[in-house]
Each structure stands twice: as structure tokens, then as C-alpha cells.
């Protein structure tokens, strides 16, 4: 087998699917108001908003910038070795766009709440976990 | 202006089990199981409000009978009711309340609706015996790996192995040393008080003297938070009566009466989409407290204030008004005001850090406690007349203002 990590995986429903498996396409897929164009996530059925049902799915840009993060050094899962970066990564399309991931390509001790960062996926079966690299050029 | 019904009720006993890591005898043995530590602290409870069990009208838990994670609430309101045969006219258990002492908010209610006179509330915690000697790592959520996926809220954070509160109540952290400059060095002033005040607990499960070189020392968990910012998971049960303030004068022990109550989560319901990540949702539920009395935090004596990590007693002294938001740090550093003899008192029996998790309903036993005067060695000073007992971090928080 490969030399990937342990990883719990999301059991994908109607509701999530576009999300978890958008990266087989390169995209990084969430909900968006077909009426007031706000993003919605974790999916949901209507918009917050304005309360409209015209759900869009659209790909996001892919970029934004770490909120905060933590570093793990606790091994909760076997072949999962810490430490880790966990982060929450706010998009750029929209201030409270956000989704907790973990900072890859990057020296734990070099991870930093502002750091600009683009996603990019990590594939475990049909399912595209969406990860954040430091940012490469503009 | 709606009146505040809560003040119609009062805490009219308090009863804990032994409490301990480990505690359970072994597989032959029922003693010291779920129930039986249960039935300890509930039968307690009700002998120190001067009743009987035939008075109990009502039962609240939280969060109700559970098989997963191992030992987080193995007994239910069911399991209870049965064991020791009581005749209910309500009774409440679930998940989804505001935080652990949810369930004594929504006594008070019940008694002052008349729904009954006196309701009995528990929590039960059997984690450390669930969890064995292989630690927390025992109950980390899809650790057996196989066919688990993840699903609701845990499916954002599993993946990205993220399973525990420390990692998610650590990027809070983070976040507020980043924004307001909050230092480990202050964080640590909670574990280093729950620490020297444990040591005045004969029940507390680590009393031995902490120093900041420890604290500093200690290996990390996630960061900022280290061993030492993360309660001890221990086996216990904790009771407390409420009844309708109208007892209070047949009452064996002083009456705690209940001056107001928090129970807002305004913010979205999250661990990681909440608007403004250095606070948690016991900035709703705190704010809301001090709507509904004439109180205020310079009136306060006492705080008991949940400590499940020790950056959430900071966001409850925040939350409370004790000092401004971001000021956590700056008003804990050195320790001195949040000691026994300090100006706030904090966590007087040691918190879940020392005195171990019994999961939010610690705080409100000693809250009672000290009110009452009871409190023993560690009783603090001057006869306090007002307490907060608060329970919950991330999107869970309750609170309950307390007088004697
Ligand atoms: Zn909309």
C-alpha cells in the first residue's frame, strides 16, 4: 500500500459530497446562494442570509489565509505522527468562509496565523481531503 | 420586563461519590460502577436536603445515558428512576443543552413552573476506569480505524486528525495569545491555582505542589496547551437538589439560592465557525447572567469556572465581566487574585485539573459549598455571599449566579 497516514474519513452523503470529492477535479467545491451569492458551510439546505433555496454548487479559489492553528503532538491515531499543523484557514471569497484542515509542504515551526495558503488534496479513496500549503507566487 | 423565575429556586443539597482514577473494583465487582457511584451521590444529595426519596419529583442529567465515548454518562435518568423507584413528575436528559449545568438551568425552571417541588440532578462521568491504561488515546473517535466514517460536526475535524478538544480549544488559544498577546506563562497561573488549591481537597486526585518550572516543562499536547492545561479524566458522580424557594426554611443546611441564570448561544453552534474565535460561547451565556440580576461581577465572591482546559476559564473570566475581553492574562498573571485569599477566589477545590473531571457539576458543588460555608480548610474567607458556578467551553456554556 501506499505510505499515506491513518486518516478517519467522512461518511459522504447528499449533502457533503461536492466538498469531500470536489478534488478529484482540482476544486474546491462549496455551497454558494444562487440568489444573494453568500457561501454556505457546512452545507446546508437554504441560504442564512436571505433564506433562499436556489443552492448553487461553485469552486472556490482555493486560497485564504490561516485564522488560527495549533501544532499536535499527541498521537491519537496510529501511522497519523504527530506533531502536526491543525489550522483553520478563512477563504478569501468571504470572511467567515472557513474550514478546519491541516498546513502540509510547510516546517511546523514555520506555521503562522496570517500566512497566506492555497489548498491542495490528498486523496483517500473518493475522498479529496482538502489540505493548505503555504502560498507559491500570487 | 418578564420575571426571572429562577430566583424562585434554591440548591438544597449536594452530594458527591467517591471520586478517583480507577476506582472500579474489576470485572466481578458492580460496586463503584456507574450506577452504584450514581446512587451514592444522588442518596447523599437528598440527605442533605433533609428529604427523603419519596419527596423527589423530578430528575435532570446531563447529557443522559451514552455508550460512546467510553464512561462519558453511563447512567441515565432511566437507570436512576428504577434503581431507586422514584415517582417522577418530570425529567430531562440530553446532549443538547447549554453545557453540562443545562440540566440544573432546567430544574430551576421546572420547580418554579411547579412542575415539581424538588428534582434531583446528576452528572455521572466513569471515564477513567472506561478508559483503562491506555489513556485518552483509548477513546479517540475512529481510532479503531475499519468501517468508522465520520459523520455531523466531527466529519470537519476527524480527517484532518483533529479529534480532541485540545486541538480545537488550542487554536482558540492560539488565536488569543495572537491578538491580545496572552503568554503561557499567564495561561498557567489556572493550573498553578487549581493546583495549591487541591492541595486543601482531600478529594482532589493530584495535590502534590506545581511550580511554573513545571508548568513549562511538561510536554506539550497542542499547542499552546500542554499536560498540565488538560483536566484528569477520574470516576464520579455528583448530585445536587433543587427545590422551589419556598423550602428553603425546612432546609437542614443554608439555602444557595439561584439569582440568576445563562443559558444564550447567540454565535453559530461550532467549534471551528464561531464568529469570534478568542471567545466561546459562555460570552452569550455570560452576558445574559448579568441581564437578569441587579448584581454585578465586582459583587461576586467566588468563582467556579470550567476548566476542562485552562484556556476556557480564561474565556469565562472574560465572559463574566471579571475583566475586559482580551484581558484575561494581564488579570490572572501572578496569581495572587485569583487565590483563596485573592480578591476573586478561582476554583477553590482545584478545578477538573487537579481535582479531576467530574464535568461541569465539580463547580456547582463547591459553589455550595463555600456559599454555605462548608468548605473545610479550604474554605475561603469572610463569609462569601455570592458565587458563579460555570460549566461548558466551545459552543457549550451555562452558568448559574449563586447567593446565600
Ligand atoms: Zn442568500
Request: aromatic share 8%; charged share 20%; glycine share 12%.
Amino acid at each position: 500500500m501506499t505510505g499515506k497516514p491513518f486518516r478517519v474519513l467522512p461518511c459522504i452523503t447528499p449533502e457533503n459530497r461536492h466538498f469531500w470529492t470536489g478534488g478529484a477535479d482540482g476544486e474546491l467545491r462549496f455551497m454558494r446562494c444562487g440568489d444573494c451569492r453568500y457561501w454556505i458551510h457546512p452545507p446546508a439546505p437554504i441560504c442564512p442570509e436571505c433564506l433562499s433555496k436556489e443552492i448553487e454548487i461553485e469552486a472556490a479559489s482555493g486560497r485564504g489565509v490561516i485564522h488560527t492553528y495549533t501544532i499536535n503532538r499527541k498521537e491519537w491515531y496510529p501511522n497519523l505522527h504527530p506533531p502536526y499543523p491543525i489550522a483553520i484557514v478563512s477563504l478569501d471569497e468571504q470572511e467567515d468562509l472557513r474550514l478546519t484542515t491541516n498546513i502540509v509542504d510547510c516546517a511546523v515551526d514555520e506555521v503562522e496565523i496570517g500566512m497566506p495558503v492555497e489548498v491542495v488534496f490528498e486523496e483517500y479513496d473518493e475522498v479529496y481531503l482538502p489540505m493548505f500549503r503555504p502560498r507559491r507566487g500570487s | 420586563m418578564a420575571e426571572h423565575l429562577e430566583k424562585r429556586a434554591i440548591v438544597s443539597g449536594i452530594g458527591q461519590s467517591e471520586v478517583g482514577r480507577r476506582i472500579y473494583g474489576g470485572d466481578d465487582r458492580w460496586e463503584r460502577m456507574p450506577l452504584d457511584l450514581t446512587i451514592d451521590a444522588a442518596l447523599a444529595a437528598i440527605a442533605d436536603a433533609g428529604l427523603d426519596r419519596r419527596d423527589i419529583g423530578g430528575i435532570c442529567t446531563y447529557p443522559g445515558n451514552m455508550d460512546t465515548p467510553p464512561g462519558f454518562s453511563a447512567v441515565g435518568v432511566t437507570e436512576l428512576q428504577d434503581a431507586l423507584r422514584l415517582e417522577l413528575d418530570w425529567f430531562a436528559g440530553g446532549l443538547e443543552s447549554p453545557g453540562q449545568l443545562g440540566s440544573v438551568i432546567g430544574a430551576c425552571l421546572a420547580v418554579a413552573a411547579g412542575l415539581a417541588d424538588h428534582i434531583l440532578c446528576f452528572r455521572t462521568v466513569w471515564e477513567a476506569s472506561a478508559q483503562g491504561d491506555k489513556g485518552r488515546e483509548a477513546v479517540t473517535m475512529g481510532g479503531g480505524g475499519g468501517s468508522f466514517k465520520a459523520r455531523t460536526f466531527l466529519q470537519w475535524s476527524l480527517p484532518f486528525g483533529a479529534p480532541s478538544a485540545a486541538n480545537w480549544i488550542g487554536m482558540m488559544a492560539m488565536r488569543h495569545f495572537h491578538e491580545f498577546g496572552t503568554t503561557r506563562e499567564q495561561l498557567a497561573q489556572i493550573a498553578l491555582n487549581a493546583r495549591k488549591n487541591a492541595a486543601l481537597n482531600a478529594k482532589a486526585v493530584y495535590r502534590e505542589p506545581m511550580t511554573m518550572e513545571d508548568y513549562l516543562g511538561v510536554r506539550m499536547i497542542s499547542d499552546p496547551l500542554c499536560l498540565y492545561d488538560c483536566d484528569v479524566p477520574v470516576d464520579g458522580s455528583t448530585a445536587v437538589v433543587i427545590s422551589r424557594a419556598d423550602h428553603a426554611p425546612d432546609m437542614p443546611n443554608p439555602a444557595v439560592h439561584v439569582e440568576a441564570v445563562g443559558s444564550a448561544l447567540h454565535g453559530r453552534p461550532s467549534w471551528d465557525q464561531w464568529d469570534d474565535l478568542t471567545t466561546m460561547a459562555c460570552r452569550d451565556a455570560g452576558a445574559m447572567l448579568w441581564e437578569r440580576t441587579d448584581l454585578t461581577p465586582a459583587d461576586v465572591d467566588l468563582a467556579e469556572l470550567y476548566d476542562g482546559f485552562s484556556f476556557i476559564t480564561l474565556a469565562w473570566l472574560e465572559a463574566l465581566g471579571f475583566c475586559g475581553h482580551g484581558e484575561g492574562g494581564p488579570f490572572i498573571e501572578g496569581g495572587s487574585r485569583i487565590a483563596l485569599d485573592g480578591e476573586l477566589p478561582l476554583n477553590t477545590h482545584g478545578g477538573q485539573l487537579s481535582a479531576g473531571r467530574l464535568h461541569g457539576y465539580g463547580f456547582l458543588h463547591e459553589a455550595v459549598l463555600q456559599l454555605r460555608g462548608q468548605a473545610g480548610e479550604r474554605q475561603v474567607a469572610g463569609g462569601p455571599e455570592v458565587g458563579v458556578a460555570a460549566a461548558g467551553g466551545g459552543p457549550l456554556a451555562g452558568c448559574l449566579l449563586l447567593t446565600r
